[in-house]
Structures are given as C-alpha cells and as structure tokens.
C-alpha cells in the first residue's frame, strides 16, 4: 500500500547546526563542487555525506567553517572562503588558528574529540597539547585567541554557543547507548564516534571555563592575573574574574597564565593608548624631543602606525617546523621612558585589557 509522506527526516545534530548557521546568517548548500566554500554572499556550500570521511559530519563541518569565520573576523562574511588563499601556503597559519579555535571551543562541551577536523590539517590537530592557546608567541595563538572572544559577540552568539550546547547533550544521550565495544561483529569495525564524546569539565569556582590544561602546576596562587587586594587588601583575587575571590590551590581555569614577560608581550605599547600624553616637564621631551609631538594643546610620544614609535620587535618569522612565531619586543628609549610608561603597572587591569587587545590573553 503506498501512502504519502509528509516529513522527511534530519540528522538531529545536522538540524542543531543547519539552525544556528541559519540565524547567524548562513544558507547552508549540500554540492560535490567544492569540499567546502563559501561565495561572500552569506552560502556556505559543503560537499555530501558520500564525499566526506566516515568520521565526519555536517554539524561537525559547520563548526569549522563557523571558526573560520570567527578567526577571520565579521566582514570576511563579505568575502569569498572567508578571504582565505586556499591554493599556496600563505594561510596555512590561518588554519592552525582556526583548529585552536575549534579545539578550546570544543572541550569547553566535551566536544574536542568528537568535533576533530578532517583533511590534512588533522595531523596538527593530532599534536596540539591539552592547552591549544599555550604558545601567546605563535601567531596563530593570537589568532585564534582572537577568534575565540568574538564568539561571545554577535552574529555568532548566543547561536554557536546554543548549537554546542544542543550538540553535547544530544552526544551525551546518545553515547549511553554506544554498547562497549564494537557496534558491527567484524573484525576490521571502527569504533562508533559516539565514544569519543567526553564529559564537560565543571565550571572554575570563579565562573570561568574550566582549565584546558590539567598540570598540577596550573594554580590560581601561580597565575599571573591573581593578585591581593579588597577590604583589609589582604584577600587573593583574579584580575580575570572581575575581583572574585581565589584560593591559591584552586585549579587553574581556562584564562591561566604564567608570569608575564614584557619582552614577549609589548601590548602596553601597542594597544593600552591611543595616545601618551606627556608633560612638558617631563626628562623625555628634553632627552627626545624627535619622538614628541606638538598637539598645540597638549603633547605626546610619536606613535608609527598602531604602536609607540620607540617599540621594536614583533615581527613573524617561520619555526624549522613549518609554524610562526614571533619576535621579542623592546623599548629603544626604556632608560628615558614617560612618567606614564613608568607608571604602568605589570598585571594590572590596564596590562590585562592591552593583552586581550593584541590576542595575548583571553
């Protein structure tokens, strides 16, 4: 008896992310032309299930063209495969950024595993260590740390964050299902990929993701951004949590950092001011008066493009590995410095905010 069919049945993740790349902006084409592309115009084309590898998936291939997108920034939704070079190399640190970017995003869900990319660039994916976002010095660090903080603005939240939600739960159902063991009686049977779901890790005391990296040496009492301070200034607090109050043993949350150093950071001097003002007074006018500038009302250090004029380094050169990294950073006139550079504080809320800027921090 023939009857007619009123419904036609969606992968549930398939749905979840069809879903939210749809309220961020994206119509979403199944075609064989193209693995995957996007044409600058708001489609976002992905080959079919037949041509894709038997661990992969639609929702799992979304997420990382969503994390492309997020690494090149919001007008790349404006340009064709999110402005990327896909045929030399040019951009290969482009990808790393944006598998550190699917990498943390992932684990914060439990989704690390389950959501590992396809292709070539699995085998990086394969080496990153617990903490993907560890080397600030690698520009595809600063990239993807980046990419990382404009996932909580629009058009990608609260709708990326609602799909990995949607997605871990939907995983975590599921794989109580997976039975131990393999799921077809042959010999040559893969695993089902239900079993690489794992369990999110709990929230850190102080609201913060949980820590990436599971090394017993990763404590609050060892981050830089803890520091003394609140009634009776005798209280330890994180600069990351707005103040809230820690306890040198607690774990290490996701935003953990070791000591800073100003050699390999430079963002005070790149990104803290739009403009040091100095006071005529001030011993650095006389000592170089070729790096001031007159505004009539006021004046201030010279600055070259989006930096103090006096900063050098930071330049990205390429590892004997294949990756970048980039070069320490110096102060030409430290001796004669500003009052104001002088008064900076290392750790404070104003060296946090400059770290975030340049992608130093989280």
Known sequence: MSRTVAHRYVDPLAQVWLGAAARMGLTIVRSDDAYASTDGRGTLVIASDASLDGDDSLAQMIFHEICHW?????????????????????????????????????????????????TDFR????????????????????????????????????????????TAQIAGAVAGFVPVGRLVRSPDALPSLWTAV??????????????????PARTCGSCAWRYIGGPGRRAERCRQADGARVDAAMPGCERWEPALDCQTCGACCREAYHA????????????????????GAYLEVLRAGDRCAALGGGEVVRTPEGGSTTTGYACAVYDDRPRTCRDFTLGSAHCLTARRRVGLSL
């Open 70 to 118: 997020l690494v090149q920034g919001a007008e790349a939704y404006h340009q064709a495969d999110w402005g990327l070079d896909n045929v030399g190399d040019d951009d290969f640190w482009r990808e790393h950024a944006t598998l550190r970017t699917q990498a943390v995003l992932g684990a914060r869900h439990g989704l690390r595993r389950f959501f590992a990319p396809t």
């Open 276 to 295: 040091v003002e100095v006071s005529p007074r001030d011993p650095f006018v006389r000592a170089h008066p070729d790096r001031v500038v007159d505004r």
């Open 198 to 215: 794992e369990a999110a890790a709990p929230r850190h005391p102080t609201g913060l993701p949980a820590g990436l990296d599971p090394d």
């Open 123 to 166: 085998a990086f994916w394969d080496r990153l260590g617990a903490d993907p976002v560890a080397d600030r010095a690698d520009p595809s660090v600063q990239a993807a740390i980046a990419a990382i903080q404009r996932a909580a603005t629009p058009p990608w939240a609260p709708h990326l964050g609602a799909a990995l939600d949607a």
